[in-house]
Each structure stands twice: as C-alpha cells, then as structure tokens.
C-alpha cells in the first residue's frame, strides 16, 4: 500500500512541479552528480569572470529522526493532496511509540511525534515535503538533507543586490539555521 501511495504522490508533486528545483534526492532522473555539477559549473563562471563564489554546506543529523509530525502534517494541504489522502498519512503517523532497552531494563512507551519510519518506501518523500519550503529561503541547494548555500560575486550583483559572497553566505547559512530550529528542533 505504501509502495502504491508513494509512487502517486510523488507522480503528482513532480508533473505539478511542487518539490523545489533546488532538491536532488529521492527524485527520478536526477543525483548528487547532477547537483555537484551544476554547483561546481556555477561556481567556476564566478571565479572565471574575476569574481568570487563561496559555499556553506550543511547536513542535518538524523534528519528523518526530526521531522516534527505536525508540521508535516500541517503542509499537505497546501501541496493540494486529497483530503483522503492528507487523512492517510495522519494516520500513518499517528499512535507510534518507542520503548528503550538498557541492560535487559525497559522503559514505558512513550509516544512519538517526530520522525518518519525508517525503512518506509514512503519516508523519503515525506522528508522531501516537510524541507521543501527551506529551499524557498537563499540561495540553497539539496540532495535530501545535505544542502548547500552560495554567494556568487562577479563584480556585478547577481545575489542579493550588492551583497559581498562572504554576507551572502551567512545569510544563507542564517536562513538555514532559523528554518532548522523552528521546524527541525536542535542547536
């Protein structure tokens, strides 16, 4: 069944052009080949017209560990995903819980309300949905939870008016971080 939904959905976000550009991963006919040399092609026009390119890469620890259900869960609308099918994946992730074992001794259940199962055929385009709108802040590119920001400075502003590379980036690197803790958690 989850073989079935997600082949669907992401049929639907990829001919409806809802997954940003600017994401790599888990999409058909696309790798992190592709992103290293549209990145590497863009940083070498820069540095060839006598300018400058700076990047921050970034990766998120135990990405699919953090996504926060309710965020998640609160977006799906807005892709346009049937009421039926939004209903689905709240039930997907509802009543989920983990217990922890140390030394032959358990804790209680305690219920989960972040991450996406491992192993699902479905998680990775969850994941997708819920970091989607990060790739509308700066200039970032993705290959699922490693992204990548840039400024480029060739003498003539094309980032960010005329915003050295070295302020482009960390306000891209700024952009990051925010969208991280407001909708991932951690420092």
């Known amino acids: 069944m989850e073989s079935i939904i997600n082949c669907q959905l992401m049929r639907y976000l990829e001919d409806h052009q809802l997954i940003s550009d600017r994401q790599y991963g888990f999409r058909r006919r696309r790798s992190a ?7 590497t092609h863009r940083w070498a026009e820069a540095v060839e017209s006598k300018g400058e390119a700076l990047a921050v890469s970034l990766d998120i620890a135990k990405a699919f560990d953090r996504v926060w259900h309710k965020a998640l869960l609160s ?13 689905w994946i709240t039930s997907f992730l509802a009543g989920r819980s983990i217990k922890v074992v140390v030394d032959g001794a358990c804790s209680d259940y305690k219920p989960i309300n972040a991450g996406v199962p491992q192993g699902c055929v479905l ?3 969850l994941f997708l949905l819920h970091i989607n709108d990060m790739l509308l802040t700066g200039n970032i590119h993705c290959y699922a939870d490693d992204s990548t920001g840039d400024a480029l400075y060739t003498g003539r502003p094309i980032f ?10 960390n306000l ?3 952009s990051s971080l925010c969208w ?8």
Do not use: A, F
């Open 180 to 187: 991280t803790k407001s909708r991932i958690g951690g420092d």
């Open 160 to 169: 960010l008016g005329k915003t050295s590379p070295s302020t482009g980036t």
């Open 172 to 174: 891209c690197l700024k």
């Open 123 to 125: 998680s990775p385009t």
């Open 33 to 39: 080949g592709d992103l290293l040399v549209y990145l």
């Open 75 to 87: 977006k799906l609308p807005s892709y346009g995903l049937p009421e039926k099918l939004c209903n």
